[in-house]
């Protein structure tokens, strides 16, 4: 499958018309001119994009963004292309906010032992309960940096992640009980309101009252097997 035919498909699944694929087109040739990848590797990436439920307009202002995650983070263009897509999709972003997205991943790659790649896995396990929330991604990525940091990654911070908010803002069982005895109604507001960061700092500190010992039985109250460690983790940066 060459270039054209690559193009003539990214307009089939995207319903482009004569304008948009001129758009299209235009932004191919000028990415494959500018970057290290070739015009049918853009075109590919696009046809990612689209296979993603991206319409051509969101295509032709997302493909530098995308382009620049793969180059940053060595990455294929497709691999890029689905990563941030898949964000887009999970917290609704607008056609515009790739680079909301790739500055986001970017910031965690730089700053933590989580890679791109990582990251984008463990959005696909807690990028929608973080939008049901409201938390931003770039919150959620703060998150996501600290734990690693400690060597939680991927798949496994997804699922943790994932553990610590639907206990928390549920509030039931034993999570429940450790929010009221443990003084944690605020943080917890705070969490449930889209204000992740401001609410695990506000837990930090109840944390750093508590001796090792009930930090452990308080974390496991709070986040079951599943996300005490990942909760430690934050608790203790």
């Not at 995207?14 to 000028?30: G, I």
């Not at 896995?121 to 940091?149: Q, R, S």
């Not at 999570?175 to 930090?204: C, D, F, N, P, R």
């Not at 944390?207 to 460690?229: C, E, I, P, R, W």
Request: no cysteine; charged share 15%.
């Amino acid at each position: 499958v060459n270039y054209e035919q690559i193009m003539k498909q990214v307009g089939a699944i995207t319903q482009a018309d004569s304008y948009e694929f001129a758009e299209l087109t235009k932004v191919a040739e000028e990415l494959g001119a500018k970057s290290i990848f070739t015009q049918e590797e853009i075109a590919e990436g696009m046809q990612w994009m689209a296979q993603n439920g991206q319409k051509a307009n969101a295509i032709v202002r997302n493909m530098e963004a995308v382009t620049n995650l793969a180059t940053v983070g060595n990455l294929d263009l497709a691999d890029s292309a689905r990563i941030v897509s898949s964000a887009m999709n999970q917290f609704q972003l607008n056609a515009g906010d790739a680079t909301r997205v790739v500055d986001a991943m970017n910031r965690v790659a730089l700053t933590s032992g989580a890679t791109i790649e990582s990251y984008g896995k463990t959005l696909e396990y807690v990028g929608g309960v973080a939008h049901n929330l409201n938390i931003p991604i770039e919150e959620l990525g703060v998150a996501v940096g600290i734990l690693g940091k400690n060597a939680i990654t991927g798949s496994k911070a997804g699922t943790s992640l994932r553990a610590v908010l639907n206990r928390l803002t549920t509030g039931t069982g034993q999570a429940g009980k450790a929010i009221k005895q443990y003084g944690l109604e605020t943080a917890v507001a705070q969490i449930k309101s889209g204000h992740l960061t401001e609410g695990l700092m506000m837990m930090a500190d109840k944390f750093d009252t508590l001796t090792d010992s009930q930090k452990q039985t308080v974390a496991y109250m709070l986040a079951g097997a599943t996300g005490m460690n990942a909760l430690l983790a934050i608790m203790n940066q």
